[in-house]
């Protein structure tokens, strides 16, 4: 009951307009997700356990590992025309011959940080990482799923996707 008022209630408001404006500060996650990691550990018997513990147990995903998921969807959004954005305002699809999927998109360079921050730069290499053997491009609900069954690694800075069956 109580984990239900928390996703019903407050997440909303945590991950409201997350494509929009996401944090690339640790300091700025962290207080984000800080927000999770209490109102789990308040929760009647799992005030011992750790966070992840607590995340599995209850079977939540992190802020932080939502926020990429939404980043991919709305890029899924706009590659296949399913929003009133237009892709060439944001992406430019790959020239160069590449392995994996066949929606492999350009890397812009952004000079600033502000820049690099922002939508269309920070999920292009997430994007392109998406293994074409486990990642279902046929719908919307498909590729959901599919993001479901992969696991997010950090890996100095940068989002590894692995298969997890």
Same mark, same amino acid.
């Given at each position: 009951m109580l984990l239900r008022a928390y996703t019903t209630y407050v997440r909303p408001i945590l991950e409201f307009n997350t494509v929009v404006w996401s944090p690339s500060l640790k300091s700025d996650i962290s207080r984000i997700e800080k927000v999770q990691r209490k109102f789990t550990k308040r929760l %009647?018997?799992?005030g011992d356990l750790s966070y992840v513990e607590r995340r599995a147990k209850l079977n939540i995903k992190t802020l932080e590992l939502r926020r990429l998921h939404y980043d991919l969807v709305m890029c899924y959004k706009i590659v296949f025309n399913i929003i009133?954005?237009?892709?060439?305002?944001?992406?430019?699809?790959s020239t160069? %011959?590449?392995r994996g999927h066949p929606y492999k998109l350009q890397v812009n360079h952004a000079p600033v940080d502000a820049r690099r921050n922002f939508f269309a730069c920070r999920v292009v290499k997430l994007w392109n990482?998406? %293994?074409?053997?486990?990642?279902?491009f046929g719908s919307l609900g498909r590729f959901r799923t599919s993001l479901h069954r992969l696991q997010f690694l950090p890996n100095g800075g940068l989002e590894i996707l692995v298969y997890t069956p």
């Open positions: %009647p018997g799992y009133q954005l237009r892709f060439c305002d944001f992406f430019v699809f160069w %011959p590449t990482s998406l %293994p074409a053997d486990t990642t279902d």
